[in-house]
């Protein structure tokens, strides 16, 4: 069974810079598509980035250039860093994992405000 835990959320200013974690439990990570997503409050979830098992990445069009997703297969992990933050990327953050089946983990807080 597939566990994943974020970490990293937190208060932000506007500018600022955070750094959110996805630990894997489990079998197989380097196999596993890894994906962020986000909802904020009244609106849907939606893709942030992700990553195959080969390290091809896919961003959103709101986020390209602020953030970079990446993983490490030997600390079962997957990171998404986050710069230049805006008010507008205030959301839960969930951590997400594929392969044959969708894991989630639980969700960070990210609020960005001055």
């Known amino acids: 069974q597939v566990q994943l835990v974020e970490s990293g959320g937190g208060l932000v200013q506007p500018g600022g810079s955070l750094r959110l974690s996805c630990a894997f439990s489990?079998?197989?990570?380097?196999?596993?598509?890894m994906g962020w997503y986000r909802q904020a409050p009244g609106k849907q979830r939606e893709l942030v980035a992700t990553?195959?098992?080969?390290?091809?990445?896919n961003y959103a069009d709101s986020v390209k250039g602020r953030c970079t997703i990446s993983r490490d297969n030997a600390k079962n992990t997957v990171y998404l860093q986050m710069n230049s933050l805006k008010p507008e990327d205030t959301a839960v953050y969930y951590c997400?994992?594929?392969?044959?089946?969708?894991?989630w983990g639980q969700g960070t807080q990210v609020s960005v405000s001055s």
């Open positions: 489990g079998s197989m990570f380097s196999r596993y598509a």
């Open positions: 997400n994992a594929i392969y044959f089946r969708t894991y």
């Open positions: 990553i195959s098992s080969i390290d091809s990445t």
